[in-house]
C-alpha cells in the first residue's frame, strides 16, 4: 500500500495540489501565529470576529462545569441537554423560522438532510458550484443528481423541464458561493421552484451572520422565508463557534428528527460547545457593528485588489477571491505573502474547477482598515 500512497502523493505534488497543514498556536482572529510567526490573517470564516471572543470561552466554560465536557450519547438517546434545546430556540428566533434542529456540523447537516427528503426515483437539482457536502448528501440519498451551470436560471429550467414527472424534485443552492464570494439568484430560483412544484432548500453556511437586515442571512436579504423549505446553515464560521442547523417548519424538525441518519447515529456536540454558539448568537443579535464592519472591510479589499487589477469575479461578500488560474502559481504566491506577514490561503482543484486556482482572501470584523491596506501592499510586492 505505502508503494500507491507515494505513487498519488509524488503526482499531487508534481501538479502543485499537494496540500499541507499549517499549525496555528494562538486564538484565532485578526493576528495569529503560525508556523512560529505572527501574521494577519485573511482566510479564515471568523467573519464577525467571534471565534477567539472571550465571551464565548467563558459560556463554554461556565456550561462545562455544570454539565461535564462529553455528551455520553446520541441526542436521541441521553444526549439532549437544555442547552442543545435553548440553541434551537435561539436559532429559529435569529432564523424567523418556526424551528430549528441542531445538527452536529454543516457537513453532517447537508449529507443528513439531503438523504431525508429524496431517494432513488427522485431528482436533485444542484448548482455546479455548490459546497462539497451537498454533493456528498445528494450520492447518499441515491437521487438523481442534475448539475446545473453556475448561477443559470435556463440551465436549471431546461433541466426540471426535463425531469420525471414522478418523483419528488429537491432544488439546492448555497447562497453565497464559499470559494467565490457571490450570491445566488434566489427570487429566481424560488419562482421556479414554485413554477415546477420542486422543494427549495439552502446553504447558508457563508451568508448566516453576514447578509440580511438582521443578519439571518440571503433568505431574509430577499424576503424569501415563505418559499424556501429548508435553511441549513453553519454556526462554525461567521458565529465562531461549531455545529450547524436546519431552519423550517415544526414538521421539518419532527421529520429531520426522525429521519436524518447523521442526526441520529451520532453522540451529540458537547454541551459546552451549545452553550458557546448559543452565547455567539446573542452576541450577533446585539452587536450589528460587527455585521456592517465586515461588510465594509470587504468593499475596501475588492476595490483595493481590483485596483492592482485583480479579477476578483463576481463577489459581493467577505469571500473574495483572486484569479490565478495555475495552482503552482497559487501556491507560491500564498507562500509569498506568507513571508511578507500575510495569511492568504491558496484554493485549488478539486476544491474548485481545473484552471481556476485563486487566493481566497477573507475580511472580518476584526481587520482593521490599516490590515487592509497592508494586505493590498503585500499582493502588489508578490505578482
Ligand atoms: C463550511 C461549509 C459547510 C460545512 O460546514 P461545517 O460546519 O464546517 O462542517 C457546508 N456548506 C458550505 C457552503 C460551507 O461553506
Redesign the pocket.
Known amino acids: 500500500m505505502k508503494d500507491f500512497l507515494n505513487q498519488r502523493i509524488d503526482a499531487l505534488d508534481r501538479q502543485g495540489l499537494r496540500r499541507s497543514l499549517k499549525m496555528v498556536v494562538t486564538a484565532q482572529g485578526r493576528e495569529v501565529t503560525v508556523n512560529g510567526r505572527s501574521v494577519i490573517n485573511f482566510c479564515s470564516?471568523d467573519y464577525l470576529g467571534l471565534a477567539g471572543d472571550e465571551r464565548l470561552r467563558v459560556a463554554a466554560e461556565e456550561t462545562m462545569r455544570a454539565r461535564g465536557f462529553g455528551a455520553g450519547a446520541a441526542r436521541l438517546v441521553c444526549g439532549n441537554f437544555d442547552v442543545h434545546e435553548a440553541l434551537e430556540r435561539e436559532l429559529a428566533l435569529v432564523k424567523h423560522t418556526p424551528a430549528a434542529l441542531f445538527f452536529n456540523?454543516?457537513?453532517?447537516?447537508?449529507t443528513g438532510i439531503i438523504p431525508a427528503l429524496v431517494g432513488r426515483g427522485d431528482a436533485v437539482f444542484s448548482d455546479k458550484l455548490?459546497?462539497a457536502?451537498?454533493i456528498d448528501g445528494i450520492v447518499l440519498s441515491r437521487a438523481k443528481l442534475h448539475r446545473y451551470a453556475h448561477k443559470d436560471m435556463n440551465s436549471l429550467e431546461g433541466m426540471l423541464q426535463k425531469a420525471s414527472p414522478a418523483g419528488r424534485k429537491l432544488i439546492i443552492t448555497?447562497t453565497?458561493?464559499?470559494m467565490d464570494g457571490d450570491v445566488a439568484p434566489l427570487k429566481d430560483i424560488a419562482a421556479l421552484a414554485k413554477k415546477y412544484g420542486a422543494w427549495l432548500m439552502v446553504?447558508e453556511?457563508?451568508a448566516f451572520g453576514v447578509l440580511g437586515p438582521t443578519g439571518a442571512g440571503l433568505v431574509e436579504a430577499e424576503g424569501l422565508g415563505d418559499e424556501v423549505h429548508v435553511q441549513?446553515g453553519?454556526?462554525?464560521?461567521a458565529a465562531g463557534a461549531?455545529?450547524?442547523y436546519a431552519a423550517g417548519s415544526l414538521e421539518l424538525k419532527e421529520y429531520l428528527l426522525n429521519t436524518a441518519r447523521s442526526f441520529i447515529f451520532t453522540t451529540a456536540l458537547p454541551p459546552a460547545v451549545a452553550g458557546a454558539a448559543l452565547c455567539a448568537l446573542r452576541i450577533m443579535r446585539e452587536e450589528s457593528w460587527r455585521r456592517e464592519r465586515v461588510l465594509a472591510n470587504a468593499v475596501l479589499m475588492r476595490e483595493g485588489l481590483s485596483a492592482l487589477g485583480f479579477d476578483t469575479l463576481k463577489s459581493v461578500t467577505p469571500v473574495i477571491p483572486v484569479m490565478i488560474k495555475d495552482a503552482a502559481l497559487a501556491a507560491a504566491m500564498s507562500a509569498r505573502l506568507l513571508d511578507q506577514g500575510m495569511f492568504v490561503a491558496a484554493i485549488r482543484p478539486p476544491t474548485v474547477p481545473a484552471h481556476t486556482a485563486r487566493l481566497r482572501v477573507t475580511v472580518t470584523a476584526a481587520h482593521t482598515v490599516e490590515d487592509i491596506a497592508r494586505c493590498v501592499e503585500a499582493f502588489k510586492r508578490v505578482v
Open positions: 470564516n456540523a454543516g457537513y453532517m447537516a447537508n455548490n459546497h457536502s451537498i448555497d453565497v458561493f464559499s446553504d453556511a457563508h441549513m453553519t454556526l462554525s464560521k461549531y455545529g450547524a
